[in-house]
């Protein structure tokens, strides 16, 4: 009797993971399909589920358009710089605050720290452009993204690394001041391979953000500096947006991270759940 | 093995051979003030923090106190050019809270907090343990979390594009779907970006795209707890329900919390899909505060009452999610944690 | 190999724990530090060690004062109770540790490792993880990585208290033989007071901030300092008894508070005492101290045949519980309202309730102030 039971409730409940999988995939199918499509079908009083002719060109035809390229090279700077940039600030205040600061000058540190992810980026948004105007480079440069990304990427590092830190224990760098190594170098041979886990999935998590980021980047930069979320709106034909050729694009802007995801995704996993059991 | 004679009071000094219980502390003791000793120079810590820190305060610091600044002023686009300005005390924040406009930005925050943040969490709870509980084969699991994943990959000014290419009232995909699948007549139509539904359509949106996060969270956790307990409940014979409710949930409370708390501090401040997919209309009916905030400042080029609004959100968001961390540091520290 | 040498050593984090500690440790002498968990035995190594700094004292090895001296400066080495272990590098690797922080050569790493491996038999196991060997294994790793680094001390700090009893047994008598750690000044520290008997050619027995007695464990059971030293040393524990003493004729008698128990005090011991004659004292009695006597002795006394229960106050007892423990057997009885535990031979046979005679060895007795725990008549 609880045999069946159990039997029809996990019937039930994967039937319900089953119907979120469709909702998920259905706009992501729709994509595919509308990307395939010629440009007189997407706007049918009827849209077609299945291309009635297919347009693989359509993928080809964007890069065309040379600025698509320059796009996603743009945000590859900008992204790979600014987690790099984050997650290196991260690392030294996460670290300190883990191990040397832990008291209520620490937790206090640690919150100022953290409550800067928590602004609205709208509030600042005026002020940002003035200061960066004023700046030798101007709003209009990789420079000013990477650094504004750093507001709401670095604390987050720091947050998630100060956590990963405390769950190293501090016995074994201990234990490597005695068999000779200074700080640093303990550092390096005992503590950094424990937390690099965790270190790759704040990468990817700040990486991520940055890659996707559009409020900023279409207010500040749109002429030196174009990340891809700037540049898809220009796929238009008059006043028509072209929306074969927005989809193929974005479809295309996914490669990345989906492939970073499924090439690290072991490390996120372990990287998330050390974190954030203990966090 | 030992048993003692008589207890009366030589039990009481039991260990306590000379404790310090009984004696006043030694005088280098008190000298001393307490406080741990480091094994690094003072500065080092100093500056691994401060660097940061200093980055942050550079970059943030001007624009903040910019804010804070022309919240208390009249300014307007125009008068930032030409620097002419007056302060005007409180009178910003009273106009914005007692604004309708801000009052019903409330509201339909109120809204999306629930049926987005939390039911994203929530959702995102349940299939991240129904995909590891209930789904067998591990290859299975691992093609299904990537694609469930996906969502979280696009640009949210993407995702809101695109929700609003499908959800087109004439013809768009998803009202045909419907049609196909029986749901509709084929006269019919459901207005989804009309003012009854936008707040609805933006948040299921934003639902779609972001319930992906305490997924991979959530199941991330629940990989990471240890398998030795739940063997030992196998043994014990305890139902899978009972294992979920007992161990598995409050195992992982914490983690649902931190979830949770990323969550409500990235939605509390999103304008990308609201900006892109229905520009707070229409008629204002899908309007969140920070929109507002925004609309004030970059349209309607009301810097000081946009400055203001900024300020107002901040402070009610940084006291939620103060007193929530206060809740969930307390409800830790009872878990012994 | 060096001496090793505390003076005044004072540590204190909310509270004191090292109170002016001073002690000695001769090249090549194995000393131990035994104690209750959390008295601050590891934070006395931690000090030597120089993971903490001190608040007050000086460490000096071989009369150089490396009190300042940061940990990876000075040529200490110490095992941790948790072994500390690098997870992700290999047995091999976290015992050559030492010699790559000093960068020595490959070759020459290669050959101490192994060598050191061979010596503690975990050579067989050089390119496993920790995690993937056994408790002892491990600790034996760990040890490994002590005796490679050749250092001018070693520490030990709990070695061996998380493995199981047969274990511990062979691995003491590893101890015992390593040549390597016996030529250096070595701190050993357990809770485990049979095994610090054991070990150590020098104990010392720590109380809350500082040594309660240092001494060879001969010295530390025969002639115990305080109550503390004597109740933890000796299995089965000491039977400690509140009493007062009272003067009886020519001589004293210790009568058990709370109770009818009247214990003669011993010829020798009665100088020390007539002179807190009236304050309360402990009075400890080891359960060998107290002989179960053959059922036709008279009060006073064990008539003829004497030997070795000659002249033995006696006393009556009522028995309350035996056991039989393989070698001993050991014997709770009540005398005068008072437990007391004894040791016999573990072929006697006791009923609960019967009657029995204990012979008292009062020479052997000790008598401590009830106030400052002090050794009375030492």
């Known amino acids: 009797m609880g045999e069946t039971n159990f039997r029809v409730v996990r019937i039930v409940l994967l039937a319900f993971l089953a119907v979120w999988l469709l909702f998920t995939l259905f706009p992501l199918y729709f994509m595919l399909v509308t990307s395939l499509k010629p440009v007189e079908e997407i706007n049918r009083m009827v849209p077609t589920f299945w291309p009635e002719s297919f347009r693989p060109g359509n993928y080809a035809g964007i890069f065309a358009d040379p600025g698509s390229l320059k796009s996603l090279i743009d945000s590859l700077i900008v992204s790979f710089s600014n987690t790099a940039l984050s997650l290196f600030l991260g690392t030294l205040a996460g670290y300190a605050l883990a191990r040397w600061m832990r008291g209520a000058v620490g937790e206090n540190l640690a919150f100022f720290i953290l409550s800067n992810r928590m602004f609205p980026p709208v509030a600042i948004l005026i002020p940002m452009f003035f200061l960066f105007d004023a700046t030798p480079w101007g709003t209009d440069s990789y420079i000013s993204l990477i650094l504004l990304y750093l507001v709401f990427n670095m604390p987050l590092a720091t947050w998630l690394m100060m956590v990963f830190f405390r769950d190293t224990p501090r016995e074994l760098e201990e234990a490597a001041y005695l068999d000779g190594y200074t700080p640093l170098r303990a550092f390096f041979k005992v503590t950094l391979p424990l937390v690099l886990p965790g270190m790759i999935s704040v990468a990817m998590l700040c990486w991520i953000f940055a890659w996707n980021e559009y409020l900023f980047a279409n207010l500040l930069t749109g002429s030196n500096v174009k990340t891809f979320p700037v540049h898809i709106p220009t796929f238009t034909l008059g006043s028509q947006t072209l929306w074969n050729l927005v989809m193929a694009f974005s479809l295309v802007a996914m490669i990345p991270p989906v492939t970073l995801f499924i090439i690290l995704r072991r490390y996120m996993v372990r990287g998330l759940s050390l974190g954030v059991v203990k966090g | 093995m030992s048993t003692q004679a008589v207890p009366g009071d030589a039990a009481a000094d039991a260990d306590d051979a000379r404790a310090f219980a009984g004696r006043p502390y030694p005088d280098w003791f008190k000298a001393k003030g307490g406080g741990r000793s480091r094994l690094v120079s003072w500065w080092v810590p100093t500056v691994m923090v401060g660097l940061p820190i200093l980055v942050i305060v550079c970059i943030v610091i001007y624009p903040t106190v910019w804010m804070f600044y022309h919240a208390f002023q009249n300014t307007n686009m125009m008068s930032l050019f030409t620097g002419n300005w007056s302060p005007v005390g409180w009178a910003n924040f009273a106009t914005v809270l007692s604004s309708d406009r801000f009052h019903a930005s409330l509201t339909h925050l109120a809204i999306y907090l629930t049926f987005g943040a939390c039911l994203q969490v929530l959702l995102g709870t349940a299939l991240a343990l129904i995909l590891y509980e209930f789904v067998r084969s591990n290859v299975l699991k691992t093609v299904l979390l990537i694609l469930l994943v996906l969502p979280m990959m696009l640009p949210p000014s993407i995702v809101g594009v695109l929700w609003k290419f499908l959800l087109q009232a004439n013809n768009g995909a998803v009202n045909h779907l419907f049609i196909a699948l029986g749901f509709l007549d084929p006269t019919q139509r459901i207005e989804w970006l009309d003012t009854d539904l936008a707040l609805w359509s933006l948040t299921m949106a934003d639902t779609w795209q972001w319930t992906a996060l305490p997924l991979l969270i959530v199941y991330s956790g629940r990989v990471s707890l240890p398998p030795a307990i739940y063997e030992a409940a196998r043994v014990d014979g305890a139902s899978r329900w009972l294992v979920m409710r007992r161990l598995t949930l409050p195992m992982l409370r914490e983690i649902i919390a931190i979830a949770f708390i990323i969550r409500f501090m990235d939605a509390y401040k999103f304008v990308d899909k609201v900006y892109v997919m229905t520009s707070g209309g229409p008629a204002q009916s899908s309007e969140l505060p920070v929109f507002i905030a925004f609309q004030k400042g970059i349209r309607e080029f009301q810097i000081g009452e946009a400055a203001a609004y900024a300020i107002i959100i901040f402070v009610f968001a940084a006291i939620l999610i103060v007193l929530f961390l206060q809740y969930l540091k307390r409800v830790l520290k009872a878990q012994g944690l | ?378």
Do not use: W
Not at chain 3, 21 to 41: A, D, N
Not at chain 3, 46 to 60: M, Q
Not at chain 3, 330 to 354: C, I, K, R
């Open chain 3, 1 to 378: 190999m060096a001496r090793l040498e505390l003076q005044g050593i004072c540590k204190g984090f909310d509270e004191p724990v090292l109170d002016r500690i001073t002690l000695t440790v001769e090249e090549g002498q194995f000393f131990v530090l035994v104690g209750p968990s959390g008295i601050g035995k590891t934070t006395l190594l931690r000090c030597v060690a120089g993971l903490e700094r001190l608040d007050a004292g000086r460490v000096l090895v071989d009369d150089r004062d490396i009190t300042d001296l940061k940990p990876y400066h000075r040529n200490v080495a110490m095992t941790f109770e948790s072994y500390a272990l690098y997870p992700h590098l290999t047995v091999f690797e976290n015992i050559a540790s030492p010699l790559k922080a000093r960068r020595t050569d490959p070759a020459e790493i290669k050959r101490r490792v192994g060598s050191v491996a061979e010596l503690l038999r975990i050579d067989h196991l050089l390119d496993r993880r920790p995690h993937e060997v056994s408790g002892g294994q491990k600790q034996r790793t760990a040890l490994g990585r002590t005796l490679v680094a050749r250092p001018d001390v070693f520490l030990l700090d709990e070695p061996i208290s998380h493995l199981d009893a047969k274990i511990r047994h062979e691995l003491r008598r590893q101890f015992h033989q390593l040549e390597d750690l016996r030529r250096v000044a070595t701190v050993y520290v357990t809770h485990d007071y049979a095994e610090a008997l054991s070990l150590g050619d020098r104990i010392a027995v720590m109380g809350h901030g500082g040594l309660e007695q240092v001494g060879t464990a001969r010295e530390l059971f025969e002639q115990p300092a305080t109550l503390f030293v004597a109740r933890h040393l000796g299995q089965p524990s000491i039977n400690e008894i509140a009493c007062a003493l009272e003067g009886d004729g020519d001589g004293l008698m210790a009568r058990a508070r709370g109770a009818d128990l009247r214990v003669p005090v011993a010829p020798r011991h009665r100088q020390g005492l007539a002179a807190v004659n009236g304050t309360p004292v402990t009075l400890g009695i080891r359960p060998q101290h107290l002989r179960v006597l053959p059922p036709d002795t008279t009060p006073d006394g064990v008539p003829g045949e004497g030997g070795a229960d000659a002249g033995l106050p006696v006393i009556e007892a009522r028995v309350e519980i035996f056991e039989a423990l393989g070698a001993i057997g050991v014997l709770l009885a009540e005398a005068g309202g008072v437990s007391l535990t004894a040791l016999t031979s573990p072929d006697a046979h006791f009923e609960p309730g019967q009657p029995v005679r204990l012979g008292m060895e009062t020479g052997a007795f000790h008598y401590f102030s009830r106030e400052t725990g002090q050794n009375l008549h030492l």
